[in-house]
Protein backbone atom coordinates (compact mmCIF):
# COMPACT_ATOMS: atom_id res chain seq x y z
CA UNK A 1 0.00 0.00 0.00
CA UNK A 2 2.50 2.68 -1.03
CA UNK A 3 0.38 5.90 -1.25
CA UNK A 4 0.75 7.92 -3.82
CA UNK A 5 -3.41 21.25 11.20
CA UNK A 6 -2.36 22.08 14.18
CA UNK A 7 -3.97 25.33 14.62
CA UNK A 8 -1.83 28.30 15.90
CA UNK A 9 -2.27 29.37 19.66
CA UNK A 10 -4.61 31.82 20.00
CA UNK A 11 -5.29 34.11 22.69
CA UNK A 12 -1.71 35.64 24.76
CA UNK A 13 -2.65 33.86 27.94
CA UNK A 14 -2.82 30.40 26.00
CA UNK A 15 0.42 31.29 25.35
CA UNK A 16 1.82 32.27 28.86
CA UNK A 17 0.46 28.89 30.29
CA UNK A 18 2.06 27.04 27.36
CA UNK A 19 5.88 28.84 28.17
CA UNK A 20 5.12 27.68 31.97
CA UNK A 21 4.80 24.12 31.39
CA UNK A 22 7.31 23.78 29.31
CA UNK A 23 9.86 26.20 30.88
CA UNK A 24 9.59 24.95 34.02
CA UNK A 25 12.78 25.06 35.67
CA UNK A 26 14.67 21.82 37.27
CA UNK A 27 13.78 21.80 41.47
CA UNK A 28 17.06 22.58 42.74
CA UNK A 29 16.28 19.36 45.47
CA UNK A 30 16.44 15.69 44.20
CA UNK A 31 13.65 13.39 44.15
CA UNK A 32 12.88 11.33 46.38
CA UNK A 33 13.84 7.90 46.19
CA UNK A 34 10.08 6.53 46.50
CA UNK A 35 9.00 9.34 44.59
CA UNK A 36 11.41 8.42 41.88
CA UNK A 37 10.10 4.66 42.42
CA UNK A 38 6.72 5.42 41.49
CA UNK A 39 7.66 7.35 38.02
CA UNK A 40 8.80 5.61 35.16
CA UNK A 41 9.46 6.92 31.09
CA UNK A 42 6.29 6.78 28.83
CA UNK A 43 6.67 7.26 24.77
CA UNK A 44 4.48 9.49 24.29
CA UNK A 45 5.17 9.63 19.96
CA UNK A 46 6.91 7.68 17.90
CA UNK A 47 7.71 7.20 14.48
CA UNK A 48 9.37 3.77 12.52
CA UNK A 49 12.76 4.59 11.17
CA UNK A 50 13.06 3.61 7.39
CA UNK A 51 16.31 4.32 4.68
CA UNK A 52 15.76 7.27 3.41
CA UNK A 53 17.65 9.54 0.44
CA UNK A 54 21.44 10.89 0.80
CA UNK A 55 22.01 12.55 4.33
CA UNK A 56 23.38 16.20 3.98
CA UNK A 57 25.35 17.94 5.76
CA UNK A 58 25.34 21.35 7.67
CA UNK A 59 21.88 21.09 7.65
CA UNK A 60 18.25 21.71 9.98
CA UNK A 61 15.53 20.17 10.28
CA UNK A 62 12.37 21.73 12.10
CA UNK A 63 10.34 18.47 12.88
CA UNK A 64 6.67 18.59 14.26
CA UNK A 65 5.55 15.99 16.23
CA UNK A 66 2.10 15.95 18.22
CA UNK A 67 2.45 14.36 21.98
CA UNK A 68 0.05 11.99 23.42
CA UNK A 69 0.31 11.20 26.88
CA UNK A 70 1.97 14.29 28.58
CA UNK A 71 4.32 14.25 31.54
CA UNK A 72 8.14 15.52 32.65
CA UNK A 73 11.22 15.65 31.37
CA UNK A 74 10.80 15.00 28.32
CA UNK A 75 13.54 12.80 26.35
CA UNK A 76 13.92 12.32 21.97
CA UNK A 77 15.38 9.33 20.30
CA UNK A 78 18.10 10.06 17.68
CA UNK A 79 18.04 7.47 15.01
CA UNK A 80 20.87 6.27 12.55
CA UNK A 81 19.55 2.88 11.94
CA UNK A 82 20.08 2.78 7.99
CA UNK A 83 22.46 5.15 7.94
CA UNK A 84 25.83 3.84 6.97
CA UNK A 85 28.85 6.53 7.98
CA UNK A 86 28.05 8.23 11.29
CA UNK A 87 26.11 11.44 11.63
CA UNK A 88 27.19 14.22 13.90
CA UNK A 89 24.32 16.47 15.51
CA UNK A 90 25.97 19.49 17.09
CA UNK A 91 23.24 21.42 17.92
CA UNK A 92 19.36 19.88 19.35
CA UNK A 93 16.21 22.29 20.39
CA UNK A 94 13.15 21.16 21.41
CA UNK A 95 10.13 23.87 22.17
CA UNK A 96 6.79 25.07 21.37
CA UNK A 97 5.15 25.46 18.24
CA UNK A 98 3.28 29.00 17.96
CA UNK A 99 2.20 28.28 13.82
CA UNK A 100 4.29 27.39 10.85
CA UNK A 101 7.85 27.22 11.66
CA UNK A 102 7.77 29.85 14.72
CA UNK A 103 8.09 28.62 18.32
CA UNK A 104 6.65 30.05 21.25
CA UNK A 105 8.46 32.55 22.27
CA UNK A 106 11.03 31.75 24.74
CA UNK A 107 10.12 27.95 24.63
CA UNK A 108 13.26 26.58 22.62
CA UNK A 109 15.61 25.01 25.14
CA UNK A 110 18.98 22.88 23.99
CA UNK A 111 18.97 19.30 24.35
CA UNK A 112 22.42 17.29 25.90
CA UNK A 113 23.27 14.10 25.33
CA UNK A 114 25.05 12.51 28.10
CA UNK A 115 25.73 15.97 29.32
CA UNK A 116 26.94 17.36 26.02
CA UNK A 117 25.52 19.66 23.20
CA UNK A 118 26.69 17.98 20.56
CA UNK A 119 26.54 13.62 19.36
CA UNK A 120 27.59 11.15 16.97
CA UNK A 121 25.68 8.23 15.75
CA UNK A 122 27.68 5.39 14.51
CA UNK A 123 25.71 3.33 11.87
CA UNK A 124 23.25 1.38 13.01
CA UNK A 125 22.36 3.07 16.17
CA UNK A 126 19.83 5.49 18.32
CA UNK A 127 20.91 7.93 20.98
CA UNK A 128 18.46 9.45 23.92
CA UNK A 129 18.65 12.23 24.73
CA UNK A 130 19.17 14.09 28.73
CA UNK A 131 15.87 14.82 30.19
CA UNK A 132 14.57 18.38 29.86
CA UNK A 133 13.16 19.76 32.88
CA UNK A 134 9.58 20.39 32.75
CA UNK A 135 6.31 19.76 31.65
CA UNK A 136 4.96 18.70 28.53
CA UNK A 137 1.40 18.77 27.72
CA UNK A 138 -0.67 16.15 26.41
CA UNK A 139 -2.38 16.20 22.58
CA UNK A 140 0.73 19.30 22.11
CA UNK A 141 2.80 20.10 19.23
CA UNK A 142 6.26 19.51 20.33
CA UNK A 143 9.16 21.02 18.13
CA UNK A 144 12.05 19.62 17.39
CA UNK A 145 14.60 20.98 15.89
CA UNK A 146 18.33 20.04 15.23
CA UNK A 147 21.27 20.71 13.12
CA UNK A 148 23.35 18.13 11.26
CA UNK A 149 26.74 18.66 11.60
CA UNK A 150 28.29 16.21 9.21
CA UNK A 151 26.79 13.30 7.36
CA UNK A 152 27.01 11.04 4.15
CA UNK A 153 25.49 8.09 2.68
CA UNK A 154 21.59 7.17 3.31
CA UNK A 155 19.72 9.32 5.92
CA UNK A 156 17.29 7.55 8.26
CA UNK A 157 14.09 9.06 8.82
CA UNK A 158 10.06 8.23 8.47
CA UNK A 159 8.93 9.09 4.80
CA UNK A 160 5.18 9.63 4.97
CA UNK A 161 4.89 11.89 8.23
CA UNK A 162 1.18 13.28 7.08
CA UNK A 163 2.55 16.32 8.70
CA UNK A 164 4.77 19.77 7.66
CA UNK A 165 7.97 20.02 9.00
CA UNK A 166 10.57 22.71 7.74
CA UNK A 167 14.10 22.97 7.16
CA UNK A 168 17.13 25.17 6.96
CA UNK A 169 20.75 25.65 5.22
CA UNK A 170 23.08 25.77 8.20
CA UNK A 171 22.88 25.80 11.76
CA UNK A 172 19.26 27.50 12.49
CA UNK A 173 18.14 25.01 15.59
CA UNK A 174 18.29 27.80 18.40
CA UNK A 175 16.00 30.08 17.02
CA UNK A 176 12.25 30.61 17.30
CA UNK A 177 11.28 32.73 14.52
CA UNK A 178 10.54 31.71 11.29
CA UNK A 179 12.22 33.72 8.38
CA UNK A 180 15.52 30.82 7.76
CA UNK A 181 13.31 27.85 7.81
CA UNK A 182 12.02 27.95 3.98
CA UNK A 183 12.12 24.49 3.29
CA UNK A 184 9.05 22.27 3.54
CA UNK A 185 9.30 18.47 3.95
CA UNK A 186 6.65 16.05 4.35
CA UNK A 187 8.80 13.42 6.46
CA UNK A 188 10.49 13.45 9.68
CA UNK A 189 14.29 13.16 10.16
CA UNK A 190 16.60 11.27 11.99
CA UNK A 191 13.84 11.50 14.88
CA UNK A 192 12.13 8.40 15.84
CA UNK A 193 10.76 8.60 19.44
CA UNK A 194 9.70 11.59 22.31
CA UNK A 195 9.19 10.03 25.80
CA UNK A 196 8.23 11.92 28.99
CA UNK A 197 8.05 10.95 32.75
CA UNK A 198 4.75 9.67 34.35
CA UNK A 199 3.20 7.57 37.28
CA UNK A 200 3.95 3.82 36.72
CA UNK A 201 0.66 3.35 37.10
CA UNK A 202 0.83 5.01 33.13
CA UNK A 203 2.21 3.38 30.13
CA UNK A 204 2.00 2.86 26.28
CA UNK A 205 0.32 1.27 23.22
CA UNK A 206 2.70 0.81 20.23
CA UNK A 207 0.44 0.69 16.75
CA UNK A 208 2.48 -1.68 14.60
CA UNK A 209 1.10 -1.07 10.97
CA UNK A 210 1.32 0.01 7.28
CA UNK A 211 0.29 2.85 5.39
CA UNK A 212 -3.22 2.64 7.21
CA UNK A 213 -1.64 3.20 10.08
CA UNK A 214 0.94 5.62 8.74
CA UNK A 215 -2.73 7.84 8.04
CA UNK A 216 -2.29 7.95 4.20
CA UNK A 217 -5.65 9.27 3.02
CA UNK A 218 -6.27 10.51 6.67
CA UNK A 219 -6.36 14.72 6.11
CA UNK A 220 -2.25 16.04 6.41
CA UNK A 221 -1.77 18.41 9.17
CA UNK A 222 -4.65 17.75 11.59
CA UNK A 223 -3.37 14.67 13.08
CA UNK A 224 -6.57 12.55 11.85
CA UNK A 225 -4.91 9.01 11.48
CA UNK A 226 -6.53 6.64 13.35
CA UNK A 227 -4.02 6.23 16.26
CA UNK A 228 -4.53 10.17 16.76
CA UNK A 229 -8.39 9.32 17.30
CA UNK A 230 -7.33 6.60 19.76
CA UNK A 231 -5.04 8.68 21.62
CA UNK A 232 -8.13 11.73 21.91
CA UNK A 233 -9.94 8.61 22.85
CA UNK A 234 -7.84 7.75 25.52
CA UNK A 235 -6.64 11.74 26.98
CA UNK A 236 -10.48 11.86 27.46
CA UNK A 237 -11.12 8.43 28.96
CA UNK A 238 -8.23 9.40 31.72
CA UNK A 239 -9.07 8.94 35.38
CA UNK A 240 -11.97 6.46 34.36
CA UNK A 241 -11.93 2.57 34.51
CA UNK A 242 -12.07 2.49 30.51
CA UNK A 243 -8.64 4.43 30.15
CA UNK A 244 -7.10 3.59 33.28
CA UNK A 245 -3.38 2.31 32.46
CA UNK A 246 -2.69 3.15 28.80
CA UNK A 247 -2.32 7.04 27.84
CA UNK A 248 0.70 6.94 25.56
CA UNK A 249 0.59 6.02 21.59
CA UNK A 250 3.33 5.34 19.49
CA UNK A 251 2.83 5.20 16.09
CA UNK A 252 4.60 3.31 14.33
CA UNK A 253 3.25 2.43 10.61
CA UNK A 254 5.02 2.18 7.83
CA UNK A 255 3.58 2.61 4.15
CA UNK A 256 3.67 -0.76 2.41
CA UNK A 257 4.51 -2.84 4.96
CA UNK A 258 4.92 -6.34 5.38
CA UNK A 259 4.55 -8.63 7.99
CA UNK A 260 7.12 -11.25 6.26
CA UNK A 261 8.84 -9.62 4.02
CA UNK A 262 11.27 -6.20 3.51
CA UNK A 263 10.43 -4.04 0.74
CA UNK A 264 8.65 -0.72 1.70
CA UNK A 265 10.71 -0.30 5.20
CA UNK A 266 11.73 -4.14 6.94
CA UNK A 267 8.81 -6.44 7.80
CA UNK A 268 7.05 -6.17 11.17
CA UNK A 269 8.83 -9.29 12.23
CA UNK A 270 12.15 -7.63 11.29
CA UNK A 271 11.38 -4.41 12.95
CA UNK A 272 10.01 -5.58 15.87
CA UNK A 273 12.06 -5.19 18.50
CA UNK A 274 13.66 -1.76 17.19
CA UNK A 275 10.30 -0.12 16.69
CA UNK A 276 8.18 -1.57 19.44
CA UNK A 277 9.97 -3.22 22.35
CA UNK A 278 12.55 -0.72 22.59
CA UNK A 279 10.01 1.76 23.50
CA UNK A 280 9.96 3.00 27.22
CA UNK A 281 6.93 1.85 28.84
CA UNK A 282 4.78 -0.03 26.32
CA UNK A 283 2.29 -2.49 27.85
CA UNK A 284 0.25 -2.94 24.60
CA UNK A 285 0.88 -4.01 21.16
CA UNK A 286 -1.76 -3.46 18.80
CA UNK A 287 -1.13 -5.36 15.58
CA UNK A 288 -2.81 -4.40 12.27
CA UNK A 289 -0.82 -5.77 9.43
CA UNK A 290 -1.37 -8.24 6.67
CA UNK A 291 -2.95 -6.24 3.31
CA UNK A 292 0.25 -6.02 1.74
CA UNK A 293 1.15 -9.57 2.30
CA UNK A 294 -1.45 -10.65 0.94
CA UNK A 295 -2.32 -8.59 -2.46
CA UNK A 296 1.31 -8.43 -3.26
CA UNK A 297 0.25 -11.95 -5.15
CA UNK A 298 3.98 -13.35 -3.91
CA UNK A 299 2.58 -16.79 -2.25
CA UNK A 300 2.23 -15.95 0.73
CA UNK A 301 -0.70 -17.91 2.12
CA UNK A 302 -3.04 -17.53 5.44
CA UNK A 303 -0.42 -20.50 7.12
CA UNK A 304 2.52 -18.46 6.19
CA UNK A 305 0.84 -14.84 7.39
CA UNK A 306 -0.75 -16.81 10.51
CA UNK A 307 3.11 -18.12 11.64
CA UNK A 308 4.22 -14.21 11.36
CA UNK A 309 1.13 -12.80 13.93
CA UNK A 310 2.57 -16.05 15.90
CA UNK A 311 6.15 -15.07 16.20
CA UNK A 312 5.06 -11.23 16.89
CA UNK A 313 2.45 -12.22 19.55
CA UNK A 314 5.34 -14.75 20.74
CA UNK A 315 7.54 -12.36 21.20
CA UNK A 316 5.52 -9.58 22.85
CA UNK A 317 4.44 -11.97 25.65
CA UNK A 318 8.02 -13.14 26.33
CA UNK A 319 8.42 -9.11 27.04
CA UNK A 320 5.43 -9.20 29.21
CA UNK A 321 2.91 -7.29 26.66
CA UNK A 322 -0.32 -7.41 25.64
CA UNK A 323 -1.23 -8.39 22.00
CA UNK A 324 -4.29 -6.61 20.32
CA UNK A 325 -5.16 -8.06 17.14
CA UNK A 326 -7.04 -6.19 14.02
CA UNK A 327 -8.62 -7.74 11.60
CA UNK A 328 -7.11 -7.45 8.20
CA UNK A 329 -9.80 -4.36 5.87
CA UNK A 330 -11.58 -5.49 3.01
CA UNK A 331 -9.89 -4.59 -0.39
CA UNK A 332 -12.21 -5.40 -3.41
CA UNK A 333 -12.22 -2.25 -5.90
CA UNK A 334 -8.00 -1.81 -5.45
CA UNK A 335 -6.46 -3.26 -8.80
CA UNK A 336 -4.88 -5.78 -7.15
CA UNK A 337 -7.87 -7.66 -5.49
CA UNK A 338 -9.11 -10.79 -6.72
CA UNK A 339 -10.88 -13.68 -4.88
CA UNK A 340 -7.38 -15.91 -3.66
CA UNK A 341 -6.34 -12.85 -1.96
CA UNK A 342 -9.68 -12.52 -0.67
CA UNK A 343 -9.86 -16.12 0.52
CA UNK A 344 -6.05 -15.74 1.91
CA UNK A 345 -7.89 -12.85 3.92
CA UNK A 346 -10.86 -14.59 5.30
CA UNK A 347 -8.85 -17.21 6.69
CA UNK A 348 -6.63 -14.85 8.49
CA UNK A 349 -9.08 -12.82 10.18
CA UNK A 350 -11.10 -16.48 11.21
CA UNK A 351 -7.80 -16.56 12.97
CA UNK A 352 -7.71 -13.32 14.26
CA UNK A 353 -10.84 -13.47 15.83
CA UNK A 354 -11.03 -16.83 16.97
CA UNK A 355 -7.88 -18.25 17.31
CA UNK A 356 -7.65 -17.51 21.27
CA UNK A 357 -3.91 -16.64 20.57
CA UNK A 358 -4.61 -12.31 21.10
CA UNK A 359 -5.39 -10.91 24.24
CA UNK A 360 -8.23 -8.97 22.57
CA UNK A 361 -9.58 -8.21 18.91
CA UNK A 362 -10.68 -4.61 17.16
CA UNK A 363 -12.68 -5.72 14.30
CA UNK A 364 -12.00 -3.10 11.80
CA UNK A 365 -13.27 -5.68 8.97
CA UNK A 366 -16.52 -5.43 10.37
CA UNK A 367 -16.80 -1.98 11.70
CA UNK A 368 -15.72 -0.61 7.98
CA UNK A 369 -17.10 -2.92 5.83
CA UNK A 370 -20.12 -2.62 3.53
CA UNK A 371 -23.05 -4.21 4.54
CA UNK A 372 -24.02 -5.12 1.20
CA UNK A 373 -20.65 -6.11 -0.11
CA UNK A 374 -18.63 -7.64 2.37
CA UNK A 375 -15.63 -7.55 0.43
CA UNK A 376 -15.41 -3.48 -0.18
CA UNK A 377 -14.87 -1.09 2.60
CA UNK A 378 -18.27 1.14 2.50
CA UNK A 379 -18.21 4.15 0.79
CA UNK A 380 -18.87 6.60 3.65
CA UNK A 381 -15.43 5.35 5.06
CA UNK A 382 -13.03 4.96 1.80
CA UNK A 383 -10.84 7.16 1.12
CA UNK A 384 -10.96 6.77 -2.60
CA UNK A 385 -8.72 3.92 -3.53
CA UNK A 386 -10.85 1.11 -1.93
CA UNK A 387 -7.93 0.24 0.79
CA UNK A 388 -7.19 3.70 2.52
CA UNK A 389 -9.94 4.62 5.33
CA UNK A 390 -10.37 8.61 4.77
CA UNK A 391 -11.13 10.61 8.01
CA UNK A 392 -14.08 8.93 9.21
CA UNK A 393 -12.92 5.39 8.83
CA UNK A 394 -10.01 6.64 10.68
CA UNK A 395 -12.15 7.67 13.43
CA UNK A 396 -14.36 4.20 13.18
CA UNK A 397 -11.44 2.43 13.47
CA UNK A 398 -10.35 4.21 16.24
CA UNK A 399 -13.81 4.19 17.93
CA UNK A 400 -14.11 0.04 17.45
CA UNK A 401 -11.43 -0.20 20.22
CA UNK A 402 -11.91 -1.43 23.38
CA UNK A 403 -10.18 0.81 25.93
CA UNK A 404 -10.07 -1.54 28.61
CA UNK A 405 -8.33 -4.28 26.26
CA UNK A 406 -5.16 -2.19 25.70
CA UNK A 407 -4.12 -3.17 29.57
CA UNK A 408 -4.21 -6.78 29.97
CA UNK A 409 -3.30 -8.90 32.97
CA UNK A 410 -0.13 -9.99 32.17
Known amino acids: MRPRRNSPLGAAGTVVALLAVLCAPATAAAKPAAAQAS ?4 VTWGASADRMGDASADRSYRLIVRTSVGGTDARVRLSNAFGDHPVTFDNVH ?12 GSNRPLTFGGARSVTL ?3 TTVTSDPLPGRLPAQSDLVVSLHVADAAGPATGHGMAMQTSYTAAGDHAAEEGAANWTGRTGSWYYLDAVSVETGTDTGAVVTLGDSITDG ?3 STDTNRRWPDYLSRRL ?3 AGTAAGAGVGGVANEGISGNKVLADGAGQS ?3 RLQRDVLSQPGVRTVFLFEGINDIKAHTGVTAADLIAGYREIIGRAHAAGLCVVGATVLPFKGWPEFDPAGEAVRQEVNAFIRTGGELDA ?3 FDKALRSP ?5 LLPVFDGGDHVHPNDKGMQAMADTVDLKSLDCDR
Open 122 to 124: APG
Open 216 to 218: WQS
Open 94 to 105: AGRRAQGAELVR
Open 361 to 363: VAD
Open 39 to 42: RHQV
Open 235 to 237: QNS
Open 372 to 376: YDQER
Open 268 to 270: ALG
